[in-house]
């Protein structure tokens, strides 16, 4: 067993203590050989405050830890220590309070303070300045102080800067407060240049109007840049260099193939595309943790989806069939900056990592955007299901698990049973036609859920189904109407000829008409009725 640097963020400590450690030390040699200030969005787990460590010890000059690096090998200059200062805000920090953030903010200049002997009466602050321009104004004499002292220009690196924005979302006045202190703090340091050698902000989103970079306008977003689409994450063919013992032993215990196993993770933990011609990457929190565990779980997701975030999606007009008929689209600019008071959710999934690229128009310069893989398509959806029916419950019988065996077995009664009680449960609300929205976004979270071949609204060549059910035995057309009747649902489904394209299928075939009531906002009527081949064949014809 080797030692998987699951949760480990400190690179010190990762070499020190002999963990895995993927290689990612040439992309820092290109930034620092190329450029001076930075921004890079990516999601939550994905390695960003290991690089950001990585990145300190590279400018603390400690050469030791990088023996055997790619970067070792391209550093040709000598290793000389500049000034660090580290800012991380995904330390547990409380943020929900008015003086959350500048409390951060005082506590770690504070402690640079007093590493280059720095006093209060050393720096002039008047009366009249209020605490956010009295912070700035401590940092900017650090940052003067720190270069007399040492003679080297400053390194800037700001880990997960927007915590404090992500966690306060549902408290605009709060939010907007937090946007101050960063104005207040970073808004300067373009005039500081000459003092600065390097600057490094990560963050889940960049957040519009926040003046780290309105007034940084010399910052690089290297978010969407081809050559940094692997700088976190772990690409396939890091997989295949660095845990080959990993995936062999992984593969013995599910008795498959390594080719196989890779297979089954692709398909779970692959999928991020941070550039449309991009290397593709695995999320490295739930790759690590499966190769530790022998499981494919949903790691990444089980570190808290925020609720914020799932309540919005449920109670928008989003429509989430969308997630995975590749109906979503973007260009960069609607991707790379999110504001709160926006009701389009697209870049906030996209950049909190529920969405990624998966093609791209380079005519339009439009990117189509879908779920990056299994892990997050069915954690997401598990997670939405309770928002949209408040009859979503294991205890009742109402729940996944049961439906999965009425499909299995062919249960008609069961099936009904179960979508009658979800229907039953969809919340109140006031907006235009709710109940039409509610009822499809339920069927579609409930089927997909199932993990069978669940097509919905599939395209013929005579009409448009909308919703295909296949298990192993059986096959079901469904076809849903609204204040109608089930005879009229299944006539629709005889003239459309829906059930040519299974007609070589040896499984049984059903025809199901659905209709819902949307005034009394139940599940009104249901029928269902068995296909033969020669009907099919006759109807055809």
Same mark, same amino acid.
């Given at each position: 067993?080797?030692?998987?640097?699951?949760?480990?963020?400190?690179?010190?400590?990762?070499?020190?203590?002999?963990?895995?450690?993927?290689?990612?030390?040439?992309?820092?040699?290109?930034?620092?050989?190329?450029?001076?200030?930075?921004?890079? *969005?990516?999601?939550?787990?994905?390695?960003?405050?290991?690089?950001?460590?990585?990145?300190?010890?590279?400018?603390? @000059?400690?050469?030791?830890?990088?023996?055997?690096?790619?970067?070792?090998?391209?550093? %040709?200059?000598?290793?000389?220590?500049?000034?660090?200062?580290?800012?991380?805000?995904?330390?547990?920090?409380?943020?929900?309070? /008015?003086?959350?953030?500048?409390?951060?903010?005082?506590?770690?200049?504070?402690?640079?303070?007093?590493?280059?002997?720095?006093?209060?009466?050393?720096?002039?602050?008047?009366?009249?300045?209020?605490?956010?321009?009295?912070?700035?104004?401590?940092?900017?004499?650090?940052?003067?102080?720190?270069?007399?002292?040492?003679?080297?220009?400053?390194?800037? /690196?700001?880990?997960?800067?927007?915590?404090?924005?992500?966690?306060?979302?549902?408290?605009?006045?709060?939010?907007?407060?937090?946007? #101050?202190?960063?104005? @207040?703090?970073?808004?300067?340091?373009?005039?500081?240049?000459?003092?600065?050698?390097?600057?490094?902000?990560?963050?889940?989103?960049?957040?519009?109007?926040?003046?780290?970079?309105?007034?940084?306008?010399?910052?690089?977003?290297?978010?969407?840049?081809?050559?940094?689409?692997?700088?976190?994450?772990?690409? +396939?063919?890091?997989?295949?260099?660095?845990?080959? /013992?990993?995936?062999?032993? &992984?593969?013995?215990?599910? %008795?498959?193939?390594?080719?196989?196993?890779?297979?089954?993770?692709?398909?779970?933990? $692959?999928?991020?595309?941070?550039?449309?011609?991009?290397?593709?990457?695995?999320?490295?929190?739930?790759?690590?943790?499966?190769?530790?565990?022998?499981?494919?779980?949903?790691?990444?997701?089980?570190?808290?989806?925020?609720?914020?975030?799932?309540?919005?999606?449920? %109670? #928008?007009?989003?429509?989430?069939?969308?997630?995975?008929?590749?109906?979503?689209?973007?260009?960069?600019?609607?991707?790379?900056?999110?504001?709160?008071?926006?009701?389009?959710?697209?870049?906030?999934?996209?950049?909190?990592?529920?969405?990624?690229?998966?093609?791209?128009?380079?005519?339009?310069?439009?990117?189509?955007? *879908?779920?990056?893989?299994?892990?997050?398509?069915?954690?997401?959806?598990?997670?939405?299901?309770?928002?949209?029916?408040?009859?979503?419950?294991?205890?009742?019988?109402?729940?996944?698990?049961?439906?999965?065996?009425?499909? +299995?077995? @062919?249960? &008609?009664?069961?099936?009904?049973?179960?979508?009658?009680?979800?229907?039953?449960?969809?919340?109140?609300?006031?907006?235009?036609?709710?109940?039409?929205?509610?009822?499809?976004?339920?069927?579609?979270?409930?089927?997909?859920?199932?993990?069978?071949?669940?097509?919905?609204?599939?395209?013929?060549?005579?009409?448009?189904?909308?919703?295909?059910?296949?298990?192993? *035995?059986?096959?079901?057309? !469904? +076809?849903?109407?609204?204040?109608?009747?089930?005879?009229?649902?299944?006539?629709?489904?005889? +003239?459309?000829?829906?059930?040519?394209? !299974?007609?070589? $299928?040896?499984?049984?075939?059903?025809?199901?008409?659905?209709?819902?009531?949307?005034?009394?906002?139940?599940?009104?009527?249901?029928?269902?009725?068995?296909?033969?081949?020669?009907?099919?064949?006759?109807?055809?014809?």
């Amino acid at each position: 067993m080797r030692k998987l640097p699951i949760g480990i963020q400190g690179f010190e400590k990762l070499i020190t203590s002999d963990f895995v450690y993927v290689d990612k030390t040439e992309y820092i040699y290109k930034l620092v050989s190329t450029g001076k200030v930075y921004f890079l *969005s990516r999601p939550r787990r994905f390695g960003k405050s290991l690089l950001v460590s990585t990145m300190k010890a590279y400018w603390q @000059g400690k050469k030791e830890l990088f023996r055997g690096l790619k970067i070792e090998e391209l550093q %040709n200059g000598e290793w000389i220590p500049h000034p660090v200062f580290h800012f991380d805000f995904d330390g547990g920090f409380n943020f929900g309070n /008015l003086t959350g953030l500048e409390s951060i903010l005082d506590e770690q200049l504070m402690r640079w303070e007093k590493e280059y002997n720095i006093k209060p009466d050393d720096y002039i602050t008047n009366v009249s300045d209020n605490e956010l321009n009295a912070l700035g104004k401590r940092f900017r004499y650090l940052i003067v102080e720190a270069y007399r002292q040492t003679g080297f220009r400053v390194v800037i /690196l700001v880990d997960e800067y927007d915590k404090s924005l992500l966690e306060v979302m549902e408290q605009p006045e709060l939010e907007e407060h937090n946007k #101050s202190v960063f104005k @207040g703090f970073f808004g300067s340091l373009k005039s500081f240049d000459e003092y600065l050698e390097f600057v490094f902000i990560t963050g889940v989103t960049k957040f519009e109007k926040v003046s780290i970079f309105s007034d940084l306008n010399q910052l690089r977003d290297i978010s969407f840049n081809r050559n940094y689409a692997g700088i976190c994450g772990i690409t +396939e063919q890091e997989i295949k260099d660095n845990f080959s /013992l990993e995936i062999k032993s &992984f593969a013995e215990e599910y %008795n498959l193939s390594q080719d196989e196993c890779l297979e089954r993770l692709k398909q779970t933990y $692959d999928g991020y595309h941070f550039h449309p011609r991009g290397v593709s990457v695995y999320n490295p929190f739930s790759l690590l943790n499966a190769f530790a565990d022998h499981e494919f779980r949903s790691y990444w997701f089980e570190t808290g989806t925020p609720t914020f975030l799932v309540r919005r999606i449920a %109670n #928008s007009s989003f429509d989430v069939r969308k997630f995975t008929n590749r109906t979503l689209y973007a260009n960069e600019r609607r991707l790379s900056n999110y504001r709160a008071d926006n009701s389009d959710l697209v870049p906030l999934l996209y950049q909190t990592g529920y969405l990624t690229i998966a093609d791209y128009d380079s005519s339009s310069q439009e990117y189509t955007l *879908s779920f990056p893989n299994k892990e997050v398509e069915y954690s997401l959806l598990e997670s939405l299901i309770p928002e949209y029916s408040l009859n979503y419950n294991s205890g009742t019988g109402n729940d996944i698990f049961t439906l999965r065996r009425y499909v +299995e077995d @062919g249960n &008609f009664d069961g099936i009904r049973d179960i979508l009658t009680a979800l229907f039953a449960g969809i919340p109140y609300t006031q907006k235009a036609s709710p109940f039409e929205h509610y009822f499809q976004s339920v069927i579609y979270i409930i089927f997909t859920l199932l993990g069978k071949s669940i097509i919905c609204e599939m395209h013929t060549a005579t009409g448009r189904i909308d919703c295909v059910l296949q298990a192993k *035995s059986f096959i079901y057309i !469904f +076809e849903f109407k609204r204040d109608d009747t089930a005879e009229n649902a299944l006539k629709q489904i005889d +003239e459309n000829g829906y059930a040519l394209p !299974f007609i070589a $299928d040896k499984r049984r075939l059903y025809k199901i008409g659905v209709v819902f009531d949307s005034e009394k906002r139940v599940l009104k009527e249901w029928k269902a009725e068995e296909f033969i081949a020669r009907e099919i064949s006759s109807r055809s014809q």
